[in-house]
T-cell receptor
C-alpha cells in the first residue's frame, strides 16, 4: 500500500449503531487529520493529531471520537450519529505541523475518503 | 476569520479550450494559498501553492495560478483543458504565520465536453 488509505470506502449505519473509520498512512508522516466533506459545503477540519497528540478539535460533537494509537494510524469512532452526519470523511497526513517562517507549511496528503450514510 | 469564496459551482468547457477557475479570499494579511483537485472516488491532490514572491505560480498537470493582492484573488488557469481534467477543484487558504490549518472553498465542479 502507498500513500494514505481509508477503510471502509462506504459505510451505511443506523442511528443507534457504533462503527469506526480507519485511516493508515504509509508516508512516514507524524501528523494526521480528519475532515468532513458535505455536499455544497467547504471541507471542514474536524481533528488534528501531531505526534499522536490531539492538537485540534474544531467543536466536533462528542458522537465523533478520534483515536491515534501511533503515527501511522488514525481512527474515527462513531456512535449515535444523526442523518446530517452523512458525508464523505477524509483523512490526511503530513509532516508535523510547522509554524513561524515563511514557507513553513507541510503539504497534506489525502486519502480517498469513506462515504458515510446514516439512516 | 479567514474565508474562501469560489463563485462558480459548475463550469463546463470544451476539450482544448482554456480554463479559468475563480477564487477570492478574505484574510487580514497575505495568506498561504492553495489549489487542490479531487477526482471522483479520490482524495484531494495538491495542484499548486503560493507563499510569497512571484505572483504567478506553476503547478502540476499544466496548471498555473496568479495571486492578485488588490483583488484578493488566486485564480487557477490552464491554457488547454484535457478530458482527464474533469474533477472538482478546491481553493484553500492557510495562515501566513504558518501551520497546517486550512480553510477551503466550496469547490468548483469542472466538466469537459469532448
Amino acid at each position: 500500500e502507498t500513500g494514505v488509505t481509508q477503510t471502509p470506502r462506504h459505510l451505511v449505519m443506523g442511528m443507534t449503531n457504533k462503527k469506526s473509520l480507519k485511516c493508515e498512512q504509509h508516508l512516514g508522516h507524524n501528523a494526521m487529520y480528519w475532515y468532513k466533506q458535505s455536499a455544497k459545503k467547504p471541507l471542514e477540519l474536524m481533528f488534528v493529531y501531531s505526534l499522536e497528540e490531539r492538537v485540534e478539535n474544531n467543536s466536533v460533537p462528542s458522537r465523533f471520537s478520534p483515536e491515534c494509537p501511533n503515527s501511522s494510524h488514525l481512527f474515527l469512532h462513531l456512535h449515535t450519529l444523526q442523518p446530517e452526519d452523512s458525508a464523505l470523511y477524509l483523512c490526511a497526513s503530513s509532516q508535523r505541523l510547522a509554524g513561524g517562517a515563511v514557507g513553513s507549511y507541510n503539504e497534506q496528503f489525502f486519502g480517498p475518503g469513506t462515504r458515510l450514510t446514516v439512516l | 476569520a479567514q474565508s474562501v469564496t469560489q463563485p462558480d459551482i459548475h463550469i463546463t468547457v470544451s476539450e482544448g479550450a482554456s480554463l479559468e477557475l475563480r477564487c477570492n479570499y478574505s484574510y487580514g494579511a497575505t495568506p498561504y494559498l492553495f489549489w487542490y483537485v479531487q477526482s471522483p472516488g479520490q482524495g484531494l491532490q495538491l495542484l499548486l501553492k503560493y507563499f510569497s514572491g512571484d505572483t504567478l505560480v506553476q503547478g502540476i498537470k499544466g496548471f498555473e495560478a496568479e495571486f492578485k493582492r488588490s483583488q484578493s484573488s488566486f485564480n487557477l488557469r490552464k491554457p488547454s483543458v484535457h478530458w482527464s481534467d474533469a474533477a472538482e477543484y478546491f481553493c484553500a487558504v492557510g495562515p501566513s504565520g504558518g501551520g497546517n490549518k486550512l480553510t477551503f472553498g466550496t469547490g468548483t465542479q469542472l466538466k469537459v465536453e469532448l
